[in-house]
């Protein structure tokens, strides 16, 4: 315990499935939380449950990118960990891929974590000496894959890894104290996927054999990396990937 005692800590998407496991976890290991939704509702009583502060924020939004700094770093005065978790999918394959949904999928899976990478640093520019701030962009296995059903999620989850390596040089280059990664989770149980099963339950074992393990991650085993991440623990690692999928992107398919 006590491995984030004291950091501060945003997590966005954190009313629901992986982000509500970090928030969870995070506050746990003794950082001071801000739980980042735009599910009222649940934000609010995820917070409250976990000891966590709800703020809404749409990612996509650039003032709202503000407001919830402001708001942060008006109370704890500084920022040590971003997890850019949020994320929406559009489930269409290219000949059915309209602009709109295009462009919603890319405002929130790569120019919502840009906008919290780009505001994060702002604030970890100033961090006490001896503080050093880690930024964990959630992608995807998709980032490694592709998905033939769905062009707008596939492409947005390996924007977010040229990113990720971007931010992480420039942040080495410029000699400030900030560590950028990302989170690939394989297939989790999330609630998003415990309805799909709960409607068809044959989908269950679809799931669980998308992994050679034979079974979906808890979002809590996804949470347990972004809390090394987050640590000081991972303090030499930077522009890099870190998969947690039960062997899914290291097995060729059976013949």
């Known amino acids: 315990m006590g491995r ?17 496991a970090m928030v969870r976890r995070f506050v746990a290991e003794g950082a001071r939380v801000w739980l980042a939704d735009l599910d009222d509702e649940a934000g609010e009583r995820i917070a409250g449950e976990a000891g966590a502060t709800f703020v809404r924020l749409d990612v996509a939004s650039e003032a709202g990118w503000g407001e919830a700094m402001d708001r942060v770093l008006g109370r704890d005065g500084r920022l040590e960990v971003l997890c850019n978790n949020a994320g929406i999918v559009l489930n269409k394959p290219i000949d059915q891929t309209d602009l709109t949904g295009w462009e919603r999928t890319m405002a929130v899976n790569v120019t919502g974590p840009m906008l ?3 505001a994060a640093i702002a604030a970890m520019r100033g961090l006490p000496e001896g ?13 490694l ?4 059903f769905d062009a707008a999620y596939t492409t947005s989850k390996h924007a977010v890894v040229g990113l990720t390596r971007s931010i992480a040089a420039w ?18 149980l999330t609630a998003i996927l415990s309805g799909h099963i709960a409607a068809a ?8 054999g998308m992994s050679p393990m034979g079974r979906m991650a808890d979002p809590a085993e996804i949470a347990n990396l972004a809390l090394f991440l987050a640590s000081d623990e991972s303090s030499y690692c930077t522009g890099s990937m870190f998969v947690a999928d ?6 060729h398919p059976a013949m």
Do not use: Y
Request: hydrophobic residues 30%.
């Open 116 to 118: 919290g990478c780009r």
């Open 145 to 148: 894959l592709g998905l033939a």
């Open 246 to 251: 039960g062997g899914l992107t290291a097995t």
């Open 4 to 20: 984030l005692q004291d950091k501060v800590a945003l997590v966005t998407g954190g009313a629901s499935g992986i982000g509500e």
């Open 201 to 208: 339950p044959e989908l269950k074992d679809v799931f669980d």
């Open 171 to 188: 942040c080495a280059q410029e000699k400030l104290p900030i560590r950028c990664n990302t989170l690939h989770p394989g297939t989790t």
């Open 131 to 143: 503080r050093c701030g880690s930024i964990v962009n959630t992608a995807s296995t998709t980032s």
